[in-house]
């Protein structure tokens, strides 16, 4: 067993015994080788017609129907990456392309320059289905030539797409929901809530699963009415979940994931994120704790799992790990690794050849397309896919953010920036072991315009987070050009535009009136636009001790002090919960529970009203300088 077996047995009868409930958490909440590329290759194809995004209505929810639907032969499961027996679709989201290759050599037969970025697609011939995240639009492909044949703004960040049955259904991570679309018309038919931002789908029989991002759920729907049928609970601490994969022929899901040790009080590289495929039945609707595969046990040490598939026979489990870059192969009757392959940077999606003995992955920072013969496991074939049009210095940067591979970043391939920050987000979990006290993960979109960083602003710029990848992570060191390589990335990062607006991406007017709240509660002292944050520390007496030691002694206490780093509330309809531990689960908690004596803002006289304005306000930042000016003035 490696050096850290004890980690993994630990981990292992961690999973064996708490499963489901995963113990306390903080709550209130080879060589590869490419072909040449052809002399030949087609043209890209470009949307002539393509036209700034519509103006957004809301999507009129109208009354449930019974659509008519017919259960596919086998499981499916949204995915970024399409394979049949000889052709391969893929989207890229860098250069914001899709393209269909020739399979086995891999030449391009197409690449469509969407304009968007693609998360997921779905196949039904002759078309193909993108959901692209950035711009909330479905783009509809012809799969045979890469034409544009329609498109249309759907809602705010579809990320899942499937078909069946005549119905296309989409995830809305950042709303929320599940949506079932006619797939003739694409026409709304239903629409759904699910939990907090739900991301992956598949579909056995009449059944339709949702996989959440943040906490790692399951929810279990009607395929044809989109009724909701129950729910699977991974556990508290169960995180970064964006695919699920069903058994064709047991009741058995497959959850990858990861989990955030956020009780551990003594924080190490091998004691902090752990690797995990859960299993879970699909009839009871609960985990299956005796099968659950901690990955850092069953293999060598892998880096953040997104996604699984079942080999034809049903009894071996291909692992894809895009943080360290590799699949580990496991043997479900064994319940332990067989093999392990690295691929290439940054795999996000993987799929079997119909035959099975061809893998291919999607690795989204080398641009290409791994192929492993699944006789030996071994890399056979690398196929190019796209060109990243970014400078170079932002592509490093993206791939020193994403890794966990290099020995300068990571001891054992074990942790990465993004095991926290994924996609450089967060991951809505307050750390009770974090240097100075417990402290809530913020999201980096933006960060380089507002250092000093960290709660306790002891960062001064992302420059010196070198001792973050020599300490916590326990690597060798990046280089200082390696540093400024991830600083580059990181500043090209903004917030995202809220989703708490009218359907054309105004202010509502109960949030203009919010800003007048803002301005006369003192807000804007400390949260002045644009950035809404003087970048200064301040004590708003939200640093009395908060959560109770896991240990049973005490309470965790504040070791830097109890004034903490203005944040920028940028991004504040996306980052729940709030202030620097955590410890309020609602906006309104900030304003009115953890603010009875207006130490943080004068909010304690307020009317209700005035309260739902603000947060209104709030809740529909950042500002367009238009709207900055318009109410805050030059």
């Given at each position: 067993m490696w050096q850290h077996a004890h980690w993994a047995l630990l981990m292992a009868l961690s999973v064996w015994l708490f499963g489901a409930c995963a113990g306390p958490g903080p709550t209130p909440?080879?060589?590869?080788?490419?072909?040449?590329?052809?002399?030949?290759?087609?043209?890209?194809?470009?949307?002539p017609t393509r036209t700034p995004t519509p103006a957004r209505v809301p999507t009129p929810t109208?009354?449930?129907?019974?659509?008519?639907?017919?259960?596919?032969?086998?499981?499916?499961?949204?995915?970024?990456?399409?394979?049949?027996?000889?052709?391969l679709w893929a989207g890229h989201p860098a250069s914001r392309t899709v393209t269909r290759l020739a399979l086995p050599i891999g030449q391009r037969v197409w690449q469509t320059d969407i304009g968007c970025e693609a998360a997921t697609l779905a196949r039904v011939t002759p078309r193909l289905f993108v959901a692209c995240f950035d711009s909330g639009e479905l783009v509809v492909l012809d799969e045979r030539g890469g034409a544009i044949v329609e498109r249309r703004w759907v809602g705010h960040a579809p990320f899942g797409v499937l078909a069946a049955g005549g119905l296309l259904y989409l995830t809305l991570t950042h709303e929320d929901t599940l949506l079932a679309l006619d797939l003739a018309t694409l026409e709304v038919i239903t629409r759904e809530p699910t939990g907090r931002q739900p991301r992956g789908l598949a579909l056995k029989g009449s059944n339709l699963y949702v996989v959440h991002l943040l906490d790692a759920s399951v929810r279990v729907f009607s395929a044809a009415t989109l009724r909701a049928l129950g729910g699977i609970r991974i556990g508290l601490q169960g995180a970064f979940a964006e695919s699920i994969t069903l058994h064709p022929d047991n009741p058995r899901a497959y959850v990858p994931h990861q989990r955030q040790n956020v009780t551990n009080m003594a924080r190490l590289f091998d004691s902090t994120v752990f690797p995990v495929v859960n299993a879970l039945d699909t009839d009871e609707l609960r985990p299956v704790r005796r099968e659950a595969l901690a990955l850092d046990s069953v293999d060598t040490p892998?880096?953040?799992?997104?996604?699984?598939?079942?080999?034809?026979?049903?009894?071996?489990?291909?692992?894809?790990?895009?943080?360290?870059?590799?699949?580990?192969?496991?043997?479900?009757?064994q319940g332990s690794g067989a093999r392990h392959v690295a691929v290439g940077h940054h795999p996000r999606d993987l799929s079997l050849s119909p035959d099975g003995t061809r893998l291919y992955t999607l690795n989204l920072v080398s641009d290409d397309v791994s192929v492993v013969d699944t006789a030996t496991l071994t890399i056979v074939d690398t196929l190019p896919l796209a060109e990243d049009p970014r400078p170079s210095i932002i592509q490093e940067g993206e791939r020193l953010f994403l890794t966990s591979r290099p020995d300068q970043l990571a001891r054992d391939n074990w942790i990465a920036c993004a095991s926290c920050h994924f996609d450089a987000g967060h991951d809505g979990r307050t750390w009770l072991g974090a240097r100075g006290g417990p402290r809530n993960t913020p999201s980096l979109r933006g960060i380089t315009d507002t250092g000093p960083l960290h709660w306790s602003a002891d960062r001064p710029n992302v420059q010196s987070f070198e001792e973050t990848f020599t300490g916590l992570m326990a690597g060798t060191g990046p280089s200082e050009a390696e540093m400024d390589a991830l600083a580059a990335y990181l500043k090209r990062l903004k917030p995202l535009p809220s989703t708490q607006r009218g359907g054309d991406a105004e202010l509502k007017p109960l949030a203009i009136r919010g800003a007048g709240v803002f301005q006369r509660a003192g807000c804007v002292a400390c949260h002045a636009p644009p950035l809404f944050t003087d970048r200064e520390l301040h004590d708003v007496g939200t640093g009395q001790p908060f959560y109770a030691n896991p240990s049973g002694r005490g309470m965790v206490p504040e070791t830097m002090g109890t004034a903490f780093d203005t944040p920028s509330l940028r991004e504040?309809?996306?980052?729940?919960?709030?202030?620097?531990?955590g410890r309020a689960p609602a906006l309104r908690d900030v304003l009115t529970t953890f603010n009875p004596t207006d130490r943080h803002g004068r909010t304690s006289g307020l009317s209700e009203g005035e309260l739902a304005a603000l947060e209104a306000f709030l809740l529909g930042l950042p500002l367009s300088e238009q709207e900055r000016v318009q109410l805050f003035g030059e």
């Open positions: 909440t080879p060589v590869l080788t490419s072909l040449p590329t052809p002399t030949a290759a087609l043209p890209t194809v470009v949307d109208p009354t449930p129907a019974e659509p008519a639907f017919e259960p596919p032969n086998r499981p499916l499961r949204s995915g970024r990456l399409i394979v049949s027996a000889d052709a892998v880096g953040m799992p997104v996604v699984v598939a079942l080999d034809p026979s049903g009894t071996r489990l291909y692992v894809l790990n895009a943080a360290s870059d590799d699949i580990s192969l496991v043997d479900l009757i504040l309809w996306l980052t729940a919960p709030y202030l620097h531990d």
